[in-house]
């Protein structure tokens, strides 16, 4: 992935309003692994409940305001809807995203269940290992790569209301 900075980042935000965008607490990209990554995903710190993602799709920048909602207590393990890596029930997130324009203005969303560290990346080129033994699977890395661009641009033609 090509390098972001804070200010692409604020600017690309699809689904949050200016003032939103520049409230948005963005993490240090000084170390962020680019040439790992299909997309930037980050939590707030200091509210947990708030994160994003900033990717490119079609040459432009792209970043999506997401917002985790609460998880059943009954759930022992979970998938990530983008890299279909497995984790404790704590550590795959439900997350939401407002709909760009005015359908998200008038309250619409969608949402997936997503590595609560937003690693998906590199999760799936096994950079980072789950604490969850995980499935065997046939695929190699670049086909399990590619299988998380596809559900990525899924996610993101949702929140862009792309037909």
């Known amino acids: 992935m ?3 900075t804070s200010d692409v980042i604020r600017a690309a935000f699809v689904n949050g309003t200016k003032g939103e965008a520049k409230r948005m607490r963005l993490p240090s990209l000084e170390s962020v692994p680019w040439a790992d990554l299909d997309f930037f995903g980050w939590r707030d710190p200091q509210s947990p409940a708030a994160g994003g993602l900033a990717l490119w799709r079609t040459g432009e ?6 917002r985790a909602t609460a998880r059943p207590a009954s759930a022992k393990q979970g998938m990530c809807s983008f890299c279909h890596t ?3 029930s704590s550590d795959v997130a439900f997350m939401g995203a407002k709909l760009a324009g005015a359908r998200g203005r008038a309250g619409n969303t969608v949402a ?6 937003l690693a ?5 080129r096994k950079l980072r290992q ?10 190699d890395i670049d086909a399990r790569v590619a ?7 899924a ?3 949702k929140v862009n209301d792309d037909r």
């Open 86 to 88: 497995f984790h404790a």
């Open 2 to 4: 090509e390098p972001l």
């Open 155 to 157: 996610f993101v033609a």
């Open 120 to 124: 998906c990346s590199l999760y799936a």
């Open 147 to 153: 299988r998380l661009v596809v559900n990525l641009d």
């Open 61 to 66: 920048p792209v970043a999506i305001m997401l």
């Open 112 to 117: 997936a269940a997503m590595c609560s560290d």
């Open 130 to 139: 789950p604490s969850r033994v995980q499935p065997q699977e046939t695929i």
